[in-house]
Nanobody, 113 residues
Framework: QVQLVESGGGLVQPGGSLKLSCASS????????MNWFRQAPGKVPVWVAG????????TYATFAKDRFVISRDNAKSTLYLEMNDLRTEDTGVYLC??????RGQGTQVTVSS
């Protein structure tokens, strides 16, 4: 059974940073391209970033480029998202998964002064 557990969210001021984690099990993490998504209040989830199974082939949504860094540790079956220079519009639930249809429950990120 696929399990994806996101953590690391919280309340942060504009300009601040957070590092999210996604612990994975129930599938071969090291063979899977992984992604981060986010869902703003009242909106559908949008894709944030993706990383190939070997840590290469990294891509970002335009809003995430130059501020967010996606990474992974295959030995720990864990995906990360480091977020810098956070803005109020980055507020939302951040979810991870190998596809849009397979995601965890998410971790809340709130950017507010």
């Amino acid at each position: 059974q696929v399990q994806l557990v996101e953590s690391g969210g919280g309340l942060v001021q504009p300009g601040g940073s957070l590092k999210l984690s996604c612990a994975s099990s129930g599938f071969t993490f090291s063979n899977s391209r992984m992604n981060w998504f986010r869902q703003a209040p009242g909106k559908v989830p949008v894709w944030v970033a993706g990383i190939g199974n070997d840590g290469r082939m990294i891509t970002y949504a335009t809003f995430a480029k130059d501020r967010f860094v996606i990474s992974r540790d295959n030995a720990k079956s864990t995906l990360y998202l480091e977020m810098n220079d956070l803005r109020t519009e980055d507020t939302g639930v951040y979810l991870c998964g190998p596809s849009a249809g397979t995601r965890g429950q998410g971790t809340q990120v709130t950017v507010s002064s």
